[in-house]
């Protein structure tokens, strides 16, 4: 018998991610060309041999629920365990919306008592690292603990984003501040948990905690519980906003990249969609770039991510960029340092991502101030139009949302949010 189950939780609305999250739960978002978040979490527990695994959804879950499906792509179409996707719904004494993290574990405390495992695996939707489960379990076993914190070092400019975790002797945690503003502290909650079903269900039942991090942790540790980090030294990515989303996606066109996504001893499992070879035409220029299947290129890419199905045009210029699922750079048109979502049109001509005023986003400032501008879903980019850096293009934008615009200015934003 399996010693743990695991729970994926999967429904925040991430509004740091801006226009991209407006149309889809994060977890649901492409990444590395070919790729959903989902699925870095979902292919290390099938690596990690935990076959029972709960999605909790709740924000805009379609996409999410489409491309998990019934498990099939990670081996979890299973008639005992296999994939459970856990929607909110109403009536009985947990029924509603879900307020949290811990909230949403509570909302499901049905399907927590009914599994037959000592020890609930519980893991973030939106995370990206490759990393073996088991050496943590038993860790978390031998040490006969209530619960286990994975944990990593962080730089000092980071901590506000993390849990901050203290420790004791014998990796005994003795303290955990979450989304400090100053810490000197450096060791970082990764947020993956292990308890001691439980235990959780204890802390679940006889509190009102709402989120792990700021409620339960802390909690237990004041109680004097057994709560123990495991040091995790691999690649992890929290790409929670804009900026971290683009360099994880950048960082795979390392030379030799932090994530080896390669691996054949650790496969990263998505639904993969049938679509034709690349195509590299006879005027392309391609330079360190990730092509998946299905695009076509007879224009310029340098340093950029393509999902499947993109088309770039001869005489096209995409620089530094993100573009996912069929989008259409035209002729002419340049994108530079962006983030296309899918199905979007760049007009001929166009020029996304141009000059060198960075002034941060007017409705956005402090999620979008880096340079980066972002193209939401399903929108059309008109002929010869010009988008400056921190522009946010809402979703299903089109020609008659730029009015008369020739140029838009940096900080911008154009559309309205369909979030």
Not at 44 to 68: E, K
Not at 130 to 138: A, K, N, T
Not at 174 to 196: H, N, Q, W
Request: proline share 4%; charged share 25%.
């Amino acid at each position: 018998m399996q010693r743990a189950f695991a729970m994926i939780l999967a429904g925040g609305a991430s509004e740091d991610l801006s226009v991209l999250t407006e149309t889809r739960a994060e977890p649901a978002l492409t990444f590395g060309g070919k790729y959903r978040l989902i699925d870095f979490p979902l292919s290390n527990c099938v690596n990690s041999d935990i076959y029972n695994v709960a999605v909790l959804t709740q924000y805009r879950p379609r996409s999410l629920n489409a491309h998990i499906g019934t498990g099939k792509p990670w081996d979890l179409d299973l008639a005992t365990g296999g994939v459970h996707l856990l929607q909110p719904f109403r009536g009985g004494p947990y029924g509603d919306w879900q307020k949290g993290t811990a909230d949403a574990v509570r909302r499901n405390l049905e399907f927590l008592q009914t599994q037959t495992e000592e020890h609930v695996l519980l893991l973030a939707g939106d995370h990206i690292y490759l990393m073996d489960y088991r050496p943590m379990l038993r860790q978390h076993i031998q040490n006969g603990s209530d619960v286990t914190v994975a944990v990593r070092r962080v730089t000092q400019h980071e901590t506000h984003r993390f849990g901050i975790v203290s420790l004791g002797p014998e990796n005994r945690i003795v303290g955990f501040r979450e989304k400090p503003r100053r810490s000197r502290e450096t060791l970082a909650s990764m947020g993956i948990y292990v308890f001691r079903k439980e235990v959780l269900e204890e802390v679940l039942l006889q509190t009102g905690a709402v989120d792990f991090a700021r409620d339960v942790v802390p909690a237990l540790i004041a109680q004097e519980r057994d709560v123990h980090a495991y040091h995790f030294f691999g690649y992890w990515q929290d790409v929670g906003n804009v900026q971290s989303y683009w360099e994880a996606n950048m960082s795979l066109l390392a030379e030799d990249p932090a994530l080896d996504l390669y691996d054949p001893q650790w496969v990263v499992h998505t639904r993969s969609q049938e679509r034709a070879p690349v195509y590299v035409g006879a005027s392309a220029q391609v330079d360190g770039t990730l092509l998946s299947n299905g695009c076509r290129v007879d224009g310029i890419v340098q340093r950029s991510v393509l999902s499947p199905g993109v088309y770039v045009a001869e005489g096209a210029v995409v620089k530094d960029s993100v573009i996912l699922n069929d989008s259409r750079i035209e002729a002419g048109a340049s994108v530079d340092r962006c983030i296309v979502d899918k199905s979007v049109l760049i007009g001929a001509g166009a020029q996304v991502g141009f000059g060198d005023d960075n002034t941060p986003n007017r409705d956005r400032s402090e999620r979008l101030n880096t340079g980066i501008s972002l193209v939401g879903r399903n929108s059309v980019i008109p002929e010869k139009m010009v988008i400056g850096r921190n522009v946010a293009v809402h979703p299903y934008s089109t020609v008659e949302s730029f009015g008369r615009k020739k140029k838009v200015t940096s900080g911008s934003s154009i559309g309205k949010e369909v979030r």
